[in-house]
């Protein structure tokens, strides 16, 4: 089942993401179901998922196909400037969905979410929750008292700051931080705090804003202190576990 599962997520990545040009994407959204490359792309999945499951199981093939141009179809008729990031997750999970009901449809097997629910599994979900959003509002508490001084205080930037660009490193460094720690590779946690001191260094010599100077450092030493404290009690609880 398992080499059966690879083919046919194989066949999906080739066909989605390895052959199908840019040039194919921008045509297929300005014409729709007009374009030559939709058929084109469709055509190459077809290929791939024959020559991967070696002519085997054509029925399944042919549904996978069918459904592929029926799922594309759909999101080149709904997608806008607004919606084509959501509506290519959408139709992503929807390809996936098929591959998996194919895939039962061959070779049949049980579904056990019992491990889902385990106490190991359900305290890692905990912990990532925690590292991610949980110690953001923490941080946003922390620092609350600085923050309209720092904005006071800053000089206006070249370029100014992505929307919502520092949540979501402060969520990548916590997560890192926090993998790093469970595989034990704590010289890796040095080198990401230097990482993120020369990329920072410049903007902050730039401004001589002592102030956002200060705010930065204080965030950062949140951030990874609580990533670092989180690790630390998870390795912690996880041992207790397997007592």
């Not at 194919?24 to 190459?44: C, E, M, N, T």
């Not at 999945?45 to 499951?53: E, P, T, W």
Request: include cysteine.
């Amino acid at each position: 089942m398992m080499l059966l599962a690879l083919k046919l997520i194989l066949a999906h990545f080739v066909g989605d993401f390895v052959l199908q040009p840019a040039h194919w994407v921008a045509d297929k959204l300005q014409k729709k179901g007009r374009s030559k490359y939709l058929y084109f792309h469709i055509g190459v999945h077809a290929l791939a998922l024959l020559l991967l499951l070696q002519f085997q199981h054509l029925g399944a093939i042919a549904v996978i196909v069918v459904t592929h141009y029926g799922i594309d179809l759909g999101k080149l008729t709904l997608t806008n400037p607004k919606n084509y990031r959501w509506l290519f997750v959408v139709d992503q999970v929807l390809h996936l969905l098929v591959l998996f009901g194919v895939l039962y449809w061959i070779s049949p097997f049980a579904l056990d979410f019992s491990a889902v629910f385990s106490e190991s599994t359900l305290l890692l979900i905990t912990f990532l929750a925690f590292v991610t959003y949980v110690c953001g509002i923490i941080m946003r508490m922390l620092l609350a008292p600085y923050i309209d001084e720092v904005a006071k205080s800053d000089e206006p930037g070249e370029g100014g700051s992505l929307k919502n660009a520092g949540t979501y490193i402060g969520m990548l460094e916590r997560l890192f931080v926090f993998g790093f720690i469970l595989i034990q590779q704590w010289a890796a946690i040095g080198l990401l705090i230097a990482a993120k001191s020369v990329f920072r260094f410049g903007d902050l010599n730039k401004g001589k804003n002592r102030k956002l100077t200060e705010y930065v450092l204080i965030g950062t030493l949140l951030s990874f202190g609580l990533a670092i404290l989180s690790g630390m009690l998870y390795l912690y609880l996880a041992d207790l576990l397997k007592a």
